[in-house]
């Protein structure tokens, strides 16, 4: 009986083999996700760009022409009547057409070599032949060199005032072919319709844009002063949580040195006064004395000496990373330099200056222009090379 009544019966059997039947081996679940997008709107983007183009346009031609044409109306009713007159005469002899350049388009042309046939080769010639030119252009390169580095308040306060060439060393290049050339697209309008053009543009306009868009040495200098910023609060971080001992700036220092150095004269030259140590110590006690005078929180306080604190405070934090962009402007910034003139010759080496208390070396190159005869000071480069001194000291004592 006892083992009938312990039996599992067969509706149990039967549902436990449905749930077996039913189950199925796991498997990986993937889910894939998927964007929705809007259909684009073509009627609404074509109002919107010509929108954002009729704005642009309006800007342009209030802030940039109706300015320029303002200007030449009032140039043009401040001129005489005879000014007036040969402009007429002058825009009647012109080709009659108006070039409106765009902006970000100018390019550099490479010109083909010279050949032999032309005026420049043959002057290239002639004056390869005349050993007095030569030695003549090298003697006005050496002069333009020491008139140049007189002009430096830097070497004339290290070296002296009085400079002589003492010699050097110029050699005399003919290139192949003329330098490159600048042309800029525009619109041009003619009396035949409106045209798609290029003009040519001076060289030294395009160096000078081209560093006005392209500012390396200011972005140079304020990275410099940044990181620099940026170390200096970092190092101020790490010493207010214990993780670096406080040190004291070069400054901070010079500024104590000095402190003491005044305080022990002063110390000296009273003869029943108290001993330099008790003048330092005199120092020290007013200044802690100052510092504990100071109200604490909660007392009055004194707005503008607060705020004068403050500044002296940011502009005692500022001046290392000052120097710092000082420095590297120093470094990075070149003057902008001019390419030579068509037919010019190249005149390069090194020029050694003669001064009462050194002898200094110059890098110099630059180019003689055989119309003019002269050296154009804006395509010229000049850099010292190295300063020795006459007599040296020892640079500690």
């Not at 004339?156 to 003492?166: E, I, P």
Request: with cysteine.
């Amino acid at each position: 009986m006892f083992p009938r009544l312990f039996r599992p019966s067969a509706v149990l059997r039967s549902a436990r083999a449905s749930t077996r039947v039913g189950e199925t081996p796991g498997q990986v679940i993937t889910i894939q996700r998927v964007r929705m997008f809007r259909a684009r709107n073509i009627v609404r983007s074509v109002f919107i760009g010509g929108g954002v183009g009729y704005i642009c346009y309006h800007l342009y031609s209030t802030a940039v022409i109706s300015p320029l044409i303002r200007h030449l109306e009032q140039e043009y009713a401040s001129l005489s009547p005879k000014e007036k007159v040969a402009l007429a005469k002058s825009a009647a002899e012109d080709d009659g057409y108006f070039f409106l350049p765009m902006p970000f388009t100018t390019r550099m042309v490479d010109p083909e070599p010279y050949k032999g046939t032309d005026p420049e080769w043959k002057k290239f010639g002639e004056i390869s032949k005349d050993k007095a030119l030569q030695e003549k252009i090298r003697n006005d390169l050496a002069d333009l060199s020491k008139q140049a580095a007189s002009r430096s308040p830097d070497l004339l306060r290290r070296c002296g005032q009085q400079m002589t060439v003492r010699r050097y060393w110029l050699d005399i290049d003919f290139p192949y072919g003329p330098p490159p050339t600048f042309e800029q697209s525009g619109l041009l309008f003619d009396d035949d319709g409106i045209f798609w053009a290029s003009e040519p543009v001076d060289s030294l306009t395009v160096m000078r844009s081209r560093k006005i868009l392209w500012p390396t040495a200011m972005a140079q200098s304020t990275w410099a002063y940044t990181s620099t910023m940026m170390l200096q609060h970092w190092g101020q971080v790490k010493t207010m949580f214990g993780f670096e001992a406080p040190q004291a700036s070069s400054t901070q220092l010079a500024v104590s040195e000095a402190l003491a150095r005044r305080s022990l004269s002063s110390g000296r030259q009273t003869a029943d006064g108290p001993p330099a140590i008790d003048a330092v110590n005199a120092v020290t006690k007013t200044t802690d004395q100052s510092q504990t005078e100071e109200p604490i929180s909660g007392g009055r306080t004194n707005f503008l000496k607060d705020m004068a604190t403050s500044v002296d405070g940011m502009r005692q934090m500022a001046v290392g990373p000052w120097m710092e962009f000082r420095r590297k402007l120093s470094q990075s910034w070149k003057p902008t330099k001019d390419l030579p003139p068509r037919g010019s010759i190249m005149v390069s080496g090194m020029v050694e200056l003669e001064t009462p208390r050194a002898f200094i070396v110059v890098d110099v190159h630059g180019f003689w222009d055989p119309e003019t005869r002269k050296f154009p000071f804006a395509s010229m480069f000049m850099k010292v090379r190295r300063i020795q001194m006459k007599v040296q000291k020892p640079a500690r004592q």
